[in-house]
């Protein structure tokens, strides 16, 4: 029988204690199974706390460096690459895609700037091609059959959630640009100097730190209205199944496979000190340095779109490659959610970054009530700091 307790371990900082107590209530009143969450203010750790299981069944506890995939979150991962490289001057933020990834221009996609990929502009949110999930593993099939499609709106006229293609156009563009897959780029250019536990393309040698993901549990009836809501006509349906109805948020996600592949839009893997400690390195000195200089990030935060995005149907701002801010996030913050309730962000104003992440899914566009609680106890015990 599967334990019923959940351990809580880790350090935070007298003055969140608010954080630490909404922590362990995540537990006890929201089913939680295993999670971390991390804070950092001033550059500096103030809370770091993990408990649960990383794996229920086998009563594996969540260890202090347990990793867990955080889907969409990877994207903020991914965009912090491309910022790097456009800070460097390899990239332009208004150069064509195609004008390092020839193949791309195909199908009147020639005019399409890397901006509009990053703030979901492209047109190319569904990728309307016959794939298989071994071009997905292979990396070169899909990314293919985007170069050679054409796009499902005019480019530039509206914003719909890019949820996969972000991420694998990006991707592209980086290998074409450096020579290197994101993966290896993430590696040896953000998480070496800053060490990081974040990957996108896991080594298999860290296959036995990975948490076991868990499925959201959905009552029949809502199961319904979701069927109706993302079938397989609508754009939503197509965009998050896709491509070619390949993906679900069920069991797959634990596949070693799939977790060894790269898919920069949704397969990070991390622990949420180390996406905590990444954001906080986007605004601020960690250990005496930077990831990003401040006008880069003022540039990748400006936002780029607002209004009812045309995919998920609600409105979320978006900056470049960033949710300005993501759900439950305060005003003046970037980040990025990704399924399940995972969440990573950053707020310049009041110098703080924060993470979660967790291997029970709860399924929710605007947001995850164990994230929400955390936040609002980080943001209740910042209340009046000075400088």
């Known amino acids: 029988m599967a334990p019923n307790a959940a351990p809580i ?18 537990f006890t009143a929201h089913g939680e199974v295993g999670a971390a969450v991390s804070v950092y203010h001033r550059g500096v750790p103030v809370v770091d706390l993990w408990g649960g299981f990383a794996d229920r069944d086998s009563a594996r506890p969540w260890g202090r460096d347990t990793l867990q995939i955080v889907f969409s979150a990877t994207k903020g991962v991914t965009a912090t690459c491309v910022h790097l490289l456009v800070e460097r001057g390899v990239l332009d933020l208004d150069a064509p895609v195609a004008s390092v990834w020839p193949e791309f221009a195909a199908e009147g996609k020639d005019a399409i700037p890397l901006r509009w990929v990053l703030s979901h502009r492209a047109g190319l949110a569904a990728v309307t091609g016959d794939v298989t999930m071994d071009d997905i593993l292979g990396w070169h099939g899909v990314v293919d059959a985007i170069a050679a499609q054409a796009p499902i709106w005019e480019p530039g006229t509206r914003h719909g959630y890019h949820a996969r293609s972000f991420g694998w156009i ?41 948490a076991h993901t868990y499925p959201p549990v959905i009552a029949a009836d809502v199961q319904d209205a979701i069927d109706a809501f993302m079938g397989p006509d609508t754009t939503l349906g197509q965009v998050l199944s896709g491509p070619s109805n390949l993906f679900g948020y069920d069991d797959m996600w634990n596949r070693p496979d799939l977790l060894r592949a790269e898919m920069p839009s949704s397969n990070g893997v991390a622990t949420a000190r180390s996406l905590a400690r990444m954001y906080a390195a986007l605004i601020g000195e960690v250990d005496g340095k930077r990831l990003l200089r401040p006008d880069t990030v003022a540039r990748a935060t400006e936002s780029q779109v607002d209004g009812p995005d045309c995919v998920l149907g609600v409105a979320i701002p978006f900056g470049l490659g960033f949710m300005t801010p993501p759900p439950g996030g305060p005003p003046g913050s970037f980040g990025h959610v990704g399924a399940g309730g995972s969440v990573a962000l950053a707020d310049p104003a009041g110098e703080w970054s924060f993470a979660y992440v967790a291997n029970q899914m709860q399924l929710g566009i605007t947001g995850d009530a164990r994230s929400a609680a955390l936040l609002d106890a980080v943001v209740a015990s910042l209340e009046g700091v000075g400088s």
Do not use: I, M
């Open 9 to 26: 371990d880790g350090s935070t900082a007298p003055r969140f204690s608010a954080v630490a107590d909404a922590f362990a209530e995540n």
């Open 170 to 210: 990006l991707g592209e563009v980086v290998r074409r640009a450096t020579g290197k897959r994101l993966g290896q780029f993430l590696a040896a250019e953000v998480a070496a100097p800053f060490d990081l536990d974040l990957f996108v393309g896991l080594p298999a040698s860290e296959l036995p730190r990975v």
